[in-house]
């Protein structure tokens, strides 16, 4: 079948979104952006690609009647049973490229030790896996570096130590070898790890009554199914370095304005607030961009700023906008530079301001900005669509909303969950009409 | 057969007049750097409202701080002599105009072409249309204890030239400026050699205004802004005034004549640019440190600058103002007072809608820098207002004239990317 | 008799009040009455004030008003003043305001007014210039012209006569306003601990609001309530603030720099209120001797060109001597070109007599104190260490 791909490099995360003929999203992926953007692209475009053979394998299942009301449940354990294939394999890779890098000559003397040592974290980490990924666990991130890396640093000081080597070794060797996974593509046989997920998901949960030989052929059905790369259309910010040829990428602009007219077509105006950038879209009632600004040389706006906020708070990014719902009183925040902010935080929390107050304040102070662009780009007239990833946060889209009404009064203001997606779905419309409209 | 035998006829046709410029830009860097064998008297002075014919009346040779600026940024040296000024005290806010010079300066004086840059005779602060320039001589007159005049050039803040501004002007030529040289270079004032130079400057002037409007012509066998900077060289300094540009122009238009009969577009760094695909109307200076960069980001993308402003800082000539020698000093004051910075915003607004009208352009590029308040503040106002009234669509990017700390290539690509795709989006729409 | 504290609080009062309520109270008290707002710098208020109109000084928003339109109209680079007074403009907070002058202060505020007259086409904006050439017969005839085009604006806004005998009164009113600043400042510089610079500072800012009739009397009783009362005298050092002139800073920061040790014995905030050093003759033609005034007897200021090299910055070793100050702080407003520009060489003439300085820069929005109460702190220890 087509599948017409749309791949946004954030400067964060890479995420990919896959469609279908009739402009139905099929598949969705995302990824860390890493130093190396071939590799983003290939594993976002491979996350959603996978993502693709579930919503093919969800369409086969509608009438299997093994499955009856099991068949969420069922997707489910079977995307988690894959998930943890998945892992396995890298973490065997990551092992193979410890070891290959303990062949080093700085590492002569202990090699022996060495190898023993990551044998033994490996094998822990193998172990652990079953607990990470089982039935109803809960991973702080769908990223490879983020769950294997901190567990295999505390498992390999451990190690280490009662192995009587310095930790050192073992983080050396490790610094090195997960760059290097991390910016290999992706392994492929599909197949072989859903067939495998399928047989741990039949053996784990005897209770759904599933038989591994009543779902493979629908399965197997929709891993046959061949996935056609018909068009692919890049964009996001690292789209200077994009590894598509020229025609294959349009501006981040266009592709928000797209995307959000796709996912609200009321839409005429874009909030997109990410990582470095801030950006105000203006659209036409076919998405069509008609204006746009986007923040000034200076970050103050961005997600960073929070970013920057969380570190000085020494709090983690999630948990910032939580603690400002808890806030009862506005403190004003005035400094627009983020690294004044720093100072003023500090200089509030001094004078005995409360934790919360100040959070809402800089949420409210980074909406501020945002408000401006906008005005910058025309205002608001009609639907206004917030996207990125700081409208996932809940205290700077509570500012929002007030700051929208406002200055703008009563507007639909439209936040879907999935709107880190939008500049790759609207990637994913431009490669549709450069086939299918061409 | 005919085909490259024309070639190169036309590369040397192409050289005529950009190794005429530059030869003249570097002979007169030749005469700064020889003045003490030469004896000749330096006076320092500004591009806006510059008062060239005047002071060759006093056979003294012209130091223009800001185009050393500009060609020390061209040649990657304006870094280190901005940071120098600022280990000095000078502030991270200011024009980096002034800091390159002061940095300069204080690194021993060395122009850009290598040869030193003597120290001023007289400073001629012709205050037009930038507040920083009565600063920036009052720091270098602190330094040089050198005589300093200075010629209140009234703003057009009502967006007209009044007898009285005009009459300000001439009082001051004639009671402050004239008697100043006259001291400092021991040459009594000669009218009629004042009128002599004015009548060359107006002979120029048509050539120039000429050149700038060759860019209606479709494809537009110039790029008026990273082009037309080349092109303002002589006529915004040194050489107004004289018959070396005169010639110059002439040269420079017959080369651009030939170019439209052949249907040619803008010569690049690269070459010709091939494919017209955006005409582009652009407000404000250039960046200097990348401009090669900068202006790539436009021919690769087929994008050509047909009108600018920046082409205008030296006087707007397009708009009909001609030096005159039947009137030398009111046509002197009139011409500081044309100059694009001297006029109010509502009088900018209407220029950039004129050209965007004129020269059939698809809508307005804002590159707005961080040195220089004077075009800078009001620009989004200006953007927006012409958006409106062309219905063309404006984008806006940041840089610094000379500060390679603020010019991001991935971010400026990333913006004019983005609007060249737009502007190709709606053309599909509406057709 | 009002108390200090009354005073300040009503000058507070008005300072806080960013709809200019007092401005609009004494234009809807009779029909006919029209109000003309400037920007920091210098304008002729008597001209106004003969014109039967009250003169309203804008000084920005300070810290408690949000800025969202104003920011959409400026680059990052760009000082905050224009900003906020954008955003009062299009809160319609200015709309009761029937004119704008733009003194020739910096380009920002410059091309400011051709964005007044941009965004506002309804309303008078006009940009004000100064001579920059002082010869009577050259800047000052120049000058004389736009006194008089000013004048003529303005009786047609108010539908006012403006008589030779009208704007004779209307200078000596603001001679006495000039002259009772300066008997301010000459109190605060004589004893600072009974006139904490917040409170002289709240109380001129409250002179760019109110009528100048009203203003005159309030200094009066400001001065001779804060004399009688008996207030603690502190070991702070003696300084001049140089740089404050347009945007100003936040009244946090003026607080900020007293308690960290500083007794402020001059400064530049607002220089309109006293811009003449000496009265503006009342006996010939009012609007020459406006003229002649400005020529011979202008506060110095890095907006002025001055002519001569010899006595340039000497204006600020005299304020220093003068005033007994120890030490100059060169508090700019981020951004701003003449008070940036001008600082390396009023910090060279310092230099030379060895009078210390320090420098840093704020916004009218400022919040974060510390830095400013750590380094005027310092600063007034190692001048005590010097001394």
Redesign the interface.
């Given at each position: 079948m087509k599948c017409f791909i749309g791949i946004d490099l954030g400067s964060t995360t890479t995420k990919a979104v896959v469609m279908n003929e009739n402009q139905e999203i099929i598949g969705r992926g995302i990824t860390n952006s890493r130093s190396n953007y071939d590799t983003a692209s290939a594993v976002s475009k491979q996350e959603a690609m996978i993502d693709t053979r579930f919503t093919l394998l969800r369409n086969n299942l509608d009438d299997n009647e093994k499955l009856r009301d099991n068949q969420d449940v069922f997707l489910h354990d079977l995307e988690r049973n894959f998930r943890r294939e998945q892992f396995v394999e890298q973490l065997d890779d990551l092992q193979n490229t410890c070891l290959s890098n303990a062949e080093g000559e700085r590492f002569d003397d202990v090699r022996s030790v060495l190898t023993q040592v990551l044998s033994d974290v490996f094998d822990k980490l193998r172990h652990e896996s079953l607990a990470l990924y089982a039935k109803g666990a809960t991973r702080k991130s769908d990223f490879f570096r983020d769950i294997a890396g901190g567990r295999f640093l505390s498992l390999s000081e451990e190690i280490s130590k009662e192995a009587g080597i310095n930790y050192d070794f073992a983080l050396n060797v490790y610094d090195k070898s997960i760059i290097q996974v991390e910016n290999r593509p992706p392994a492929g046989n599909l197949e072989g790890k859903f067939l495998n997920g399928l047989k741990n998901l039949t053996r784990e949960s005897p209770e759904l009554g599933i038989r591994f030989e009543d779902v493979q052929d629908p399965v197997k059905k929709a891993l046959a199914v061949e996935l056609e790369e018909t068009f692919v259309v890049g964009t996001g910010?690292g789209?200077?370095r994009l590894p598509f040829p020229k025609e294959h990428i349009?501006?981040?602009?266009?592709c928000h304005g797209l995307g959000a007219h796709m996912m609200y077509a009321g839409t005429r105006t874009v909030l997109d607030i990410g990582g470095q950038d801030t950006k105000a879209i203006q659209v036409?009632p076919?998405g069509?961009?008609?204006?746009?600004?986007?923040n000034?040389?200076?970050a103050?706006g961005c997600g960073r700023y929070l970013g920057y906020i969380a570190d000085e708070m020494n709090m983690g990014l999630h948990e910032l906008g939580p603690i400002a719902m808890k806030s009862t009183k506005a403190v004003?925040?005035?400094?627009?530079c983020t690294v004044?902010a720093g100072?003023?935080l500090?200089?509030?929390l001094?004078l005995g301001e409360k934790r919360e107050d100040i959070l809402a304040g800089l949420h409210r102070s980074i909406i501020?900005?945002a408000?401006?662009?906008?005005?910058?780009s025309?205002g608001i007239s009609d639907q206004f669509t917030f996207t990125g990833g700081v409208a996932k946060n809940e205290a700077a889209v509570k500012a929002l909303r007030e700051?929208v009404k406002e200055?703008y009064g009563d507007v639909t203001i439209n936040i879907d969950p999935e709107s880190i997606y939008t500049g790759a779905l609207g990637g994913a419309e431009f490669a549709r009409r450069a086939v299918m409209e061409a | 057969m005919n085909a490259p035998q024309r070639k190169p006829s036309t590369d040397v046709q192409k050289d005529a007049s950009m190794a005429k410029q530059k030869a003249m830009i570097d002979g007169n860097f030749d005469r700064l750097g020889n003045v003490k064998n030469t004896g000749e008297k330096v006076s320092y002075t500004f591009v806006p409202g510059n008062l060239n014919e005047l002071i060759m009346c006093f056979d003294m040779v012209g130091n223009y701080p800001e185009i050393n600026a500009i060609q020390n940024g061209l040649r990657k040296k304006s870094g280190g002599m901005i940071m120098e000024a600022e280990k000095w005290g000078h502030s991270e806010d200011v024009c980096t105009y002034v800091k390159a010079d002061i940095g300069m300066m204080r690194k021993g004086n060395i122009g850009p072409t290598g040869q030193p840059i003597p120290e001023p005779d007289i400073l001629m602060l012709s205050y037009t249309g930038c507040y920083t320039f009565l600063k920036w001589f009052e720091l270098l007159r602190h330094d040089y204890k050198c005589e300093t005049a200075m010629l209140h050039v009234p703003y057009t803040g009502d967006g007209v030239i009044t007898k009285a501004m005009t009459d300000y002007v001439v009082k001051q030529l004639k009671e402050e400026v004239i008697p100043k040289y006259e001291k400092v270079s021991g040459v009594k004032f000669d009218i009629d050699r004042l009128r002599e130079n004015l009548a060359h400057s107006a002979k120029a002037e048509d050539d120039f205004v000429w050149v700038l409007e060759s860019a209606k012509n479709k494809p537009s066998p110039i790029d008026a802004y990273f082009g037309g900077i080349y092109y303002i060289g002589p006529i915004f300094t040194a050489f107004r005034g004289t018959d070396l540009a005169v010639d110059y122009y002439k040269t420079l238009r017959e080369e651009i004549e030939e170019r439209i009969r052949k249907g040619q577009g803008p010569i690049t760094p690269e070459g010709e640019m091939k494919n017209e695909k955006y005409r582009i109307v652009t407000e404000g200076p250039p960046n200097y440190t990348s401009m090669r960069e900068f202006w790539k980001m436009f021919y690769d993308e087929g994008a050509v600058v047909v009108a600018s402003t920046y082409t205008k800082v030296g006087g707007t000539y397009d708009f009909g103002f001609r030096h005159d020698p039947s009137r030398p000093l009111e046509s002197l004051a009139e011409y500081c007072m044309h100059c694009y910075t001297n006029r109010n915003l509502p009088e900018r607004t209407r220029m950039l809608e004129t050209y965007i009208n004129d020269y059939e352009a698809d809508g307005l590029l804002i590159n707005s820098i961080k040195s220089c308040n004077s075009f800078a503040a009001g620009e989004l106002m200006m953007m927006r207002e012409v958006e409106k009234r062309t219905g063309k669509p404006a984008a806006f990017v940041e840089t610094d004239l000379v500060d390679p700390r603020y010019f991001s290539a991935a971010n400026v690509k990333n913006r004019l990317e983005s609007y060249f795709q737009m502007i190709d989006q709606k053309r599909r729409a509406g057709a | 008799m009002a108390t200090r504290e009354e005073i300040t609080n009503r000058c507070q009062a008005l300072y806080d009040d960013l709809d200019f309520t007092a401005a609009r109270t004494w234009k809807e008290a009779k029909p006919g009455r029209h109000v003309i707002g400037y920007l920091p710098m210098y304008v002729p208020r008597e001209i106004i004030h003969a014109a039967g109109m009250m003169p309203l000084g804008i000084l920005g928003g300070g810290d408690q008003l949000e800025v969202i339109q104003g920011d959409a109209y400026y680059q990052s680079y760009i000082c905050r003043i224009p900003r906020s007074t954008i955003e009062l403009l299009l809160t319609n907070r200015l709309d009761f305001v029937d004119g704008m002058l733009f003194p020739s202060i910096c380009d920002v505020i410059r091309n400011l007014s051709g964005m007044w007259k941009l965004l506002r086409p309804d309303v008078y904006a006009h940009y004000f210039d100064v001579p920059q050439n002082y010869m009577k017969d050259v800047g000052g005839e120049f000058y004389i012209h736009e006194l008089n085009v000013l004048k003529e604006d303005l009786e047609k806004i108010s539908g006012n006569k403006v008589t030779n005998d009208a704007l004779k009164n209307s200078i000596e009113l603001y001679n006495e306003n000039r002259r009772l600043t300066r008997e301010l400042y000459k109190f605060r510089a004589d004893k600072p601990w009974l006139a904490p610079s917040s409170e002289v500072y709240l109380i001129n800012r409250a002179g760019m609001v109110i009528p100048v009739e009203d203003h005159n009397i309030l200094i009066k009783d400001y001065i001779e309530a804060a004399r009688q009362e008996d207030r603690p005298k502190r070991d702070n050092s003696r300084v001049v603030i140089s740089g404050s002139f347009c945007e100003q800073p936040p009244i946090n920061l003026i607080k900020s720099i007293e308690m960290s040790g500083c007794y402020v014995v001059d400064d530049d905030y607002m220089l309109v209120n006293r811009w003449f050093t000496k009265p503006v003759p009342t006996d010939g033609d009012p609007i020459q001797a406006l003229s002649y005034t400005f020529l011979e007897a202008s506060v110095k200021m890095p907006s002025c060109f001055e002519p001569n090299e010899d006595i340039k910055g000497q204006f600020l070793v005299d304020l220093v001597r003068e005033n007994n100050a120890e030490g100059v702080i060169f508090a700019a407003a981020s951004f701003c070109d003449p008070a940036l520009l001008e600082r390396p060489i009023l910090q060279d003439v310092l230099n030379q007599v060895d009078i210390p300085h320090v420098s840093f820069k704020y916004a009218e929005n400022t919040g974060q104190m510390q830095p400013i109460r750590e380094q005027a702190g310092t600063f007034a220890d190692s001048i005590k260490l010097w001394s």
């Amino acid at each position: 079948m087509k599948c017409f791909i749309g791949i946004d490099l954030g400067s964060t995360t890479t995420k990919a979104v896959v469609m279908n003929e009739n402009q139905e999203i099929i598949g969705r992926g995302i990824t860390n952006s890493r130093s190396n953007y071939d590799t983003a692209s290939a594993v976002s475009k491979q996350e959603a690609m996978i993502d693709t053979r579930f919503t093919l394998l969800r369409n086969n299942l509608d009438d299997n009647e093994k499955l009856r009301d099991n068949q969420d449940v069922f997707l489910h354990d079977l995307e988690r049973n894959f998930r943890r294939e998945q892992f396995v394999e890298q973490l065997d890779d990551l092992q193979n490229t410890c070891l290959s890098n303990a062949e080093g000559e700085r590492f002569d003397d202990v090699r022996s030790v060495l190898t023993q040592v990551l044998s033994d974290v490996f094998d822990k980490l193998r172990h652990e896996s079953l607990a990470l990924y089982a039935k109803g666990a809960t991973r702080k991130s769908d990223f490879f570096r983020d769950i294997a890396g901190g567990r295999f640093l505390s498992l390999s000081e451990e190690i280490s130590k009662e192995a009587g080597i310095n930790y050192d070794f073992a983080l050396n060797v490790y610094d090195k070898s997960i760059i290097q996974v991390e910016n290999r593509p992706p392994a492929g046989n599909l197949e072989g790890k859903f067939l495998n997920g399928l047989k741990n998901l039949t053996r784990e949960s005897p209770e759904l009554g599933i038989r591994f030989e009543d779902v493979q052929d629908p399965v197997k059905k929709a891993l046959a199914v061949e996935l056609e790369e018909t068009f692919v259309v890049g964009t996001g910010y690292g789209r200077v370095r994009l590894p598509f040829p020229k025609e294959h990428i349009r501006s981040e602009i266009l592709c928000h304005g797209l995307g959000a007219h796709m996912m609200y077509a009321g839409t005429r105006t874009v909030l997109d607030i990410g990582g470095q950038d801030t950006k105000a879209i203006q659209v036409d009632p076919n998405g069509v961009v008609d204006n746009f600004q986007m923040n000034d040389r200076c970050a103050a706006g961005c997600g960073r700023y929070l970013g920057y906020i969380a570190d000085e708070m020494n709090m983690g990014l999630h948990e910032l906008g939580p603690i400002a719902m808890k806030s009862t009183k506005a403190v004003k925040i005035n400094s627009t530079c983020t690294v004044f902010a720093g100072a003023e935080l500090r200089d509030r929390l001094a004078l005995g301001e409360k934790r919360e107050d100040i959070l809402a304040g800089l949420h409210r102070s980074i909406i501020l900005r945002a408000m401006s662009i906008i005005a910058r780009s025309g205002g608001i007239s009609d639907q206004f669509t917030f996207t990125g990833g700081v409208a996932k946060n809940e205290a700077a889209v509570k500012a929002l909303r007030e700051l929208v009404k406002e200055n703008y009064g009563d507007v639909t203001i439209n936040i879907d969950p999935e709107s880190i997606y939008t500049g790759a779905l609207g990637g994913a419309e431009f490669a549709r009409r450069a086939v299918m409209e061409a | 057969m005919n085909a490259p035998q024309r070639k190169p006829s036309t590369d040397v046709q192409k050289d005529a007049s950009m190794a005429k410029q530059k030869a003249m830009i570097d002979g007169n860097f030749d005469r700064l750097g020889n003045v003490k064998n030469t004896g000749e008297k330096v006076s320092y002075t500004f591009v806006p409202g510059n008062l060239n014919e005047l002071i060759m009346c006093f056979d003294m040779v012209g130091n223009y701080p800001e185009i050393n600026a500009i060609q020390n940024g061209l040649r990657k040296k304006s870094g280190g002599m901005i940071m120098e000024a600022e280990k000095w005290g000078h502030s991270e806010d200011v024009c980096t105009y002034v800091k390159a010079d002061i940095g300069m300066m204080r690194k021993g004086n060395i122009g850009p072409t290598g040869q030193p840059i003597p120290e001023p005779d007289i400073l001629m602060l012709s205050y037009t249309g930038c507040y920083t320039f009565l600063k920036w001589f009052e720091l270098l007159r602190h330094d040089y204890k050198c005589e300093t005049a200075m010629l209140h050039v009234p703003y057009t803040g009502d967006g007209v030239i009044t007898k009285a501004m005009t009459d300000y002007v001439v009082k001051q030529l004639k009671e402050e400026v004239i008697p100043k040289y006259e001291k400092v270079s021991g040459v009594k004032f000669d009218i009629d050699r004042l009128r002599e130079n004015l009548a060359h400057s107006a002979k120029a002037e048509d050539d120039f205004v000429w050149v700038l409007e060759s860019a209606k012509n479709k494809p537009s066998p110039i790029d008026a802004y990273f082009g037309g900077i080349y092109y303002i060289g002589p006529i915004f300094t040194a050489f107004r005034g004289t018959d070396l540009a005169v010639d110059y122009y002439k040269t420079l238009r017959e080369e651009i004549e030939e170019r439209i009969r052949k249907g040619q577009g803008p010569i690049t760094p690269e070459g010709e640019m091939k494919n017209e695909k955006y005409r582009i109307v652009t407000e404000g200076p250039p960046n200097y440190t990348s401009m090669r960069e900068f202006w790539k980001m436009f021919y690769d993308e087929g994008a050509v600058v047909v009108a600018s402003t920046y082409t205008k800082v030296g006087g707007t000539y397009d708009f009909g103002f001609r030096h005159d020698p039947s009137r030398p000093l009111e046509s002197l004051a009139e011409y500081c007072m044309h100059c694009y910075t001297n006029r109010n915003l509502p009088e900018r607004t209407r220029m950039l809608e004129t050209y965007i009208n004129d020269y059939e352009a698809d809508g307005l590029l804002i590159n707005s820098i961080k040195s220089c308040n004077s075009f800078a503040a009001g620009e989004l106002m200006m953007m927006r207002e012409v958006e409106k009234r062309t219905g063309k669509p404006a984008a806006f990017v940041e840089t610094d004239l000379v500060d390679p700390r603020y010019f991001s290539a991935a971010n400026v690509k990333n913006r004019l990317e983005s609007y060249f795709q737009m502007i190709d989006q709606k053309r599909r729409a509406g057709a | 008799m009002a108390t200090r504290e009354e005073i300040t609080n009503r000058c507070q009062a008005l300072y806080d009040d960013l709809d200019f309520t007092a401005a609009r109270t004494w234009k809807e008290a009779k029909p006919g009455r029209h109000v003309i707002g400037y920007l920091p710098m210098y304008v002729p208020r008597e001209i106004i004030h003969a014109a039967g109109m009250m003169p309203l000084g804008i000084l920005g928003g300070g810290d408690q008003l949000e800025v969202i339109q104003g920011d959409a109209y400026y680059q990052s680079y760009i000082c905050r003043i224009p900003r906020s007074t954008i955003e009062l403009l299009l809160t319609n907070r200015l709309d009761f305001v029937d004119g704008m002058l733009f003194p020739s202060i910096c380009d920002v505020i410059r091309n400011l007014s051709g964005m007044w007259k941009l965004l506002r086409p309804d309303v008078y904006a006009h940009y004000f210039d100064v001579p920059q050439n002082y010869m009577k017969d050259v800047g000052g005839e120049f000058y004389i012209h736009e006194l008089n085009v000013l004048k003529e604006d303005l009786e047609k806004i108010s539908g006012n006569k403006v008589t030779n005998d009208a704007l004779k009164n209307s200078i000596e009113l603001y001679n006495e306003n000039r002259r009772l600043t300066r008997e301010l400042y000459k109190f605060r510089a004589d004893k600072p601990w009974l006139a904490p610079s917040s409170e002289v500072y709240l109380i001129n800012r409250a002179g760019m609001v109110i009528p100048v009739e009203d203003h005159n009397i309030l200094i009066k009783d400001y001065i001779e309530a804060a004399r009688q009362e008996d207030r603690p005298k502190r070991d702070n050092s003696r300084v001049v603030i140089s740089g404050s002139f347009c945007e100003q800073p936040p009244i946090n920061l003026i607080k900020s720099i007293e308690m960290s040790g500083c007794y402020v014995v001059d400064d530049d905030y607002m220089l309109v209120n006293r811009w003449f050093t000496k009265p503006v003759p009342t006996d010939g033609d009012p609007i020459q001797a406006l003229s002649y005034t400005f020529l011979e007897a202008s506060v110095k200021m890095p907006s002025c060109f001055e002519p001569n090299e010899d006595i340039k910055g000497q204006f600020l070793v005299d304020l220093v001597r003068e005033n007994n100050a120890e030490g100059v702080i060169f508090a700019a407003a981020s951004f701003c070109d003449p008070a940036l520009l001008e600082r390396p060489i009023l910090q060279d003439v310092l230099n030379q007599v060895d009078i210390p300085h320090v420098s840093f820069k704020y916004a009218e929005n400022t919040g974060q104190m510390q830095p400013i109460r750590e380094q005027a702190g310092t600063f007034a220890d190692s001048i005590k260490l010097w001394s």
